[in-house]
């Protein structure tokens, strides 16, 4: 069982930065890959990116890709999503998710968040 809560997000002008965290309950930490995924207004969850068990890979959406930016610390139990260069676009609740696989459907990852809203404003 992990217990994950974000953290971090808020209203950002276009074109600035926001840093966003996810704490991770529990000592399996290491041992899951996490993803991150977002909701908009109407609009369906979306994949943002996931990074690897050991932080050694990570794959992002085509929309978010040269903008975001995962990390984890494995000794802190906490995986960051940097979010460079933000668009009002990328208005939505942000949710960190746990899986036993890397993937980029929703349908894989067994643990979630309650989700961090972000507004970024043009």
């Known amino acids: 069982q992990v217990q994950l809560v974000e953290s971090g997000g808020g209203l950002v002008q276009a074109g600035g930065s926001l840093r966003l965290s996810c704490a991770a309950s529990g000592r399996t930490f290491s041992s899951y890959v996490m993803g991150w995924f977002r909701q908009a207004p109407g609009k369906e969850r979306e994949f943002v990116g996931y990074?690897?068990?050991?932080?050694?890979?990570?794959y992002y959406a085509d929309s978010v890709k040269g903008r975001f930016t995962i990390s984890r610390d494995n000794a802190k139990n906490t995986v960051y999503l940097q979010m460079n260069s933000v668009k009002p676009e990328d208005t939505a609740v942000y949710y960190c998710?746990?899986?036993?696989?890397?993937?980029?459907?929703?349908?894989?990852?067994?643990?979630w968040g309650q989700g961090t809203q972000v507004t970024v404003s043009s």
């Open positions: 998710a746990a899986s036993s696989r890397t993937s980029a459907s929703g349908s894989v990852y067994s643990y």
């Open positions: 990074i690897s068990r050991s932080g050694g890979s990570t």
